[in-house]
């Protein structure tokens, strides 16, 4: 009963230093997320994978990079840590095809803390 | 300009009364799907609901229904019989196209329901 599982779910990070958020799906999923969520601005959409190979970038892609290390796990990087990147990170999959129109299921969340 | 607009920052509604959450989409795609999720204060995205732009019959989903209006491109959330543990954030979200489709979210509004 897991869905999807990301961690840490709390960071504090200086600037300058790297860290990787890791993120697990057991759904079969081909498609994995990921997104900020600043106050006031919704989610944003850092990365995603459509499938297992490929990634692309979103609509704030700047300081991230990504891998999607098999069909289960795609993980987030920050090479180096800006206090710009403190934000709450999700972790999402979607159904392969059709039913309920690909609907995203998301992780709890990861609290990230740049200082 | 914005895919998903949602122009309500806050509302409050009374205890088992009815609230609709408004949210509007932009989209030149004639396939496209519109989702609701809620945020409660314990920062976990929960799908509520999903309407797909060729359904024929508005979505429904217990106490959550989605008024799809095409031509006006809005796709209000209705909550009927609004209950203490409805107060949360509200996310309208778009995804458009068939295959993978990358999906945007709105900015959110933010329900209280007041005993």
């Known amino acids: 009963n897991a869905g999807v599982t990301q961690t840490p779910k709390f960071q504090v990070l200086k600037t300058g230093q790297s860290m990787t958020l890791q993120c697990a799906q057991d759904?079969?999923?081909?498609?994995m997320y990921w997104y900020r969520q600043d106050p006031g601005m919704g989610l944003r959409l850092i990365y995603y994978?459509?499938?297992?190979?490929?990634?692309d970038k979103g609509e704030v892609p700047n300081g991230y990079n990504v891998s999607r290390l098999n069909k289960r796990e795609f993980s987030l990087r920050l090479e180096s840590a800006a206090p710009s990147q403190t934000s709450v990170y999700f972790c999402a999959s979607s159904e392969a095809e059709g039913t309920r129109g690909n609907t995203i299921y998301f992780g709890e969340g990861s609290w990230l803390t740049v200082v | 300009a914005q895919k998903i607009t949602q122009t309500q920052p806050g509302m409050f509604v009374q205890e088992k009364e009815a609230v609709t959450l408004d949210c509007t989409y932009d989209?030149?795609?004639?396939?496209?799907?519109l989702f609701w999720y809620k945020q409660p204060s314990s920062g976990e995205m929960i799908f509520l609901i999903y309407?797909?732009?060729?359904?024929?019959q508005n979505a429904t989903e217990g106490r959550y229904s989605l008024n799809f209006q095409k031509a006006r491109k809005s796709a209000n959330l209705v909550i009927s019989a609004s209950q203490l543990g409805d107060s949360a954030m509200y996310f309208c979200?778009?995804?458009?196209?068939?295959?993978?489709?990358?999906?945007?979210f709105g900015t959110g509004t933010k329900l209280q329901v007041i005993p």
């Open positions: 759904m079969n999923h081909n498609s």
């Open positions: 309407q797909g732009s060729y359904d024929q």
């Open positions: 989209t030149s795609d004639p396939s496209y799907g």
């Open positions: 979200a778009m995804r458009e196209g068939w295959g993978y489709q990358k999906v945007t």
């Open positions: 994978s459509a499938s297992e190979g490929t990634t």
